[in-house]
């Protein structure tokens, strides 16, 4: 008896011996030729575990409980963006017309997954000020990675590829920054942050050269503040003939309000699932827009969504292309998540969400800190913060022995996600924190008394902490020894 269809329009026939459980078998392939049945073809069905949808049911719900996403509480891992992710992306994501396609299938079956990505590449040009955009890479690291081969591919095509070896990169960037240039055989020149924890530019001129490549900024930088001089540090890169590549895991502070293209960066990635909130994913369901100027768009990474007369096309002949940096054209059900959160917010509310970022930040950084806590925090003109704030807990650690993650483990048994630790690596004992925009007022307030009442008690009863968290499935591991000397196993 069949049941129904799959995706590809196989059969599907449900074995019912078992009260309760549905076992898929798909029915004898019709083609012995290609598969000669005593040699190849399974004799008996496969014997799947056989349960009931309940206990599955259970079975993943308690998986669910042992871990903790926005869905279970406060989670202000500073320059991840965990927002909020409305279901409304997931109903659009799963729609038929969306799931139900295939990526080998001809390109004038999937003219509206195709309308997607053109209308996505559009929106995201307008945010950056850029004018070409591949929605190809699974992540911002890949991203980055793939904007760095662009901008050697064109140093290449100018005939100094070899001789401009450097990248530069201040130090207080994201590791992946470095690791994309070092990854793409460049030399990784550092440049220090001044004392306004923004780039040093005098650093910056003498840095620059006839070898330089580029430089890789992220803007606001790590420790949430705005570099003002961006104009004139792209105009001193520029002026040695280097390209600048920008950063956007920060773009949640600045898009609506001002963009990477008019600060004069010529290649950028965007990480969809901080900035447009879709989900987060180690490499998998994770999904980055690598954006560039025009003069740069043939080394875009390839097949491009093409237009002609409105047919709409997969574009591969690109003889200046990169190449391809993933499988076929990108987390495609990514780009439908980000479009969504797009189009339902509009773009005042792009901008309006960028302005809550920013103000939640900084109405937090001022209910749980006092200046002396702040990292860079010029007392005689103290700057606001952009969408994340970075807190240095060297003062407390040095008077009550209590570290940066000795507080981030207690967080957890508040049922708070703690803050991302010691990044930047520029600031001792750093907690930075980005509660975007997503969170009530209410929340914040409730997370603020959650992390001074932690203040207390390290000054109150320091041991208490170093023996946190004490409510979560794994408690505190030996994070060293779990480095150098892991045990991987399955545990069935
Ligand atoms: C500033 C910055 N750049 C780059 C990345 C890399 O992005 P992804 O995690 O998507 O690879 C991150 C990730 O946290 C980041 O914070």
Redesign the pocket.
């Known amino acids: 008896m069949v049941d129904g269809l799959d995706r590809m329009g196989v059969p599907l026939v449900f074995e019912r011996s078992v009260p309760g459980a549905r076992t898929a078998m798909l029915p004898p392939l019709d083609v012995p030729e290609a598969l000669p049945d005593d040699a190849l073809l399974r004799a008996e069905p496969l014997p799947l575990p056989e349960l009931a949808e309940g206990e599955v049911s259970r079975h993943y719900s308690a998986l669910e409980r042992r871990a903790f996403g926005v869905n279970n509480g406060f989670y202000p891992l ?4 965990m927002k909020y992710n409305p279901k409304l992306n997931e109903e659009m994501a799963a729609l038929p017309g969306f799931t139900d396609i295939h990526p080998l299938q001809p390109v004038h079956t999937i003219q509206g997954c195709l309308a997607v990505m053109s209308r996505l590449d559009a929106i995201l040009r307008e945010i950056t000020g850029m004018d070409a955009v591949s929605l190809q890479p699974a ?6 990675f793939a904007g760095v081969m662009m901008i050697k591919a064109y140093h290449e095509r100018g005939g100094d590829g070899a001789s401009r070896a450097k990248m530069i990169v201040p130090d207080s ?5 470095p690791a994309s240039a070092a990854m793409n055989g460049y030399t990784v020149v550092t440049i220090p942050s001044g004392a306004d924890g923004c780039v040093d530019i005098a650093a910056l001129r003498q840095a620059v050269g006839p070898d330089t490549a580029g430089l890789m900024l ?1 803007n606001p ?2 420790l949430g503040l705005f570099d003002p001089n961006v104009a004139e540090i792209t105009r001193i890169v520029h002026g040695a003939g280097g390209l600048c590549y920008y ?4 773009l949640n502070a600045i898009m609506g309000i001002t963009r990477p293209g008019d600060m004069g960066f010529d290649v950028a ?1 965007l ?1 969809l ?2 900035t447009f909130s879709t989900p ?1 994913g ?2 998998g369901p ?1 999904g ?1 827009a690598l954006c560039c100027k025009a003069f740069l768009s043939g080394y875009l990474p390839k097949p491009m969504v093409a237009d002609s007369d409105g047919a709409l096309s997969l574009d591969d002949d690109r003889p200046l292309s990169v190449g391809k940096v993933g499988a076929f054209y990108g987390n495609f059900l990514v780009c439908v998540r980000a479009l969504c959160y797009l189009l339902s917010l509009g773009g005042d509310g792009v901008a309006l969400a960028a302005s809550n970022a920013v103000l939640n930040a900084n109405y937090l950084m001022r209910k749980l800190a006092s200046p002396d806590d702040i990292a860079y925090w010029d007392g005689d003109s103290p700057r606001a913060r952009a969408h994340e704030f970075v807190l240095s807990m060297k003062k407390m650690k040095s008077e009550t022995g209590v570290s940066a993650l000795d507080l981030a483990k207690g967080l957890l048994d508040k049922g708070i996600h703690p803050p ?1 630790m010691y ?1 930047p690596l520029i600031v001792d004992e750093a907690l930075m924190f980005e509660p975007t925009e997503t969170e009530s007022r209410a929340t914040l307030d409730a997370a603020a008394e959650a992390f001074l009442d932690m203040v207390r008690q390290a000054r109150d009863d320091p041991e208490s902490l170093r023996a946190a968290p004490r409510s979560t499935p794994v408690r505190r591991p030996d994070e060293v020894r779990a480095a150098r000397n892991p045990i991987l196993r399955y545990q069935g």
């Open positions: 500073g320059s991840c963006t992540a911002g690291a890949h991203g980055e960037a994201h590791g992946t920054n992220t930088n790590t950063d956007g895991a920060n990635h990480n699932h901080k987060h180690g490499g994770g980055a991302t990044f």
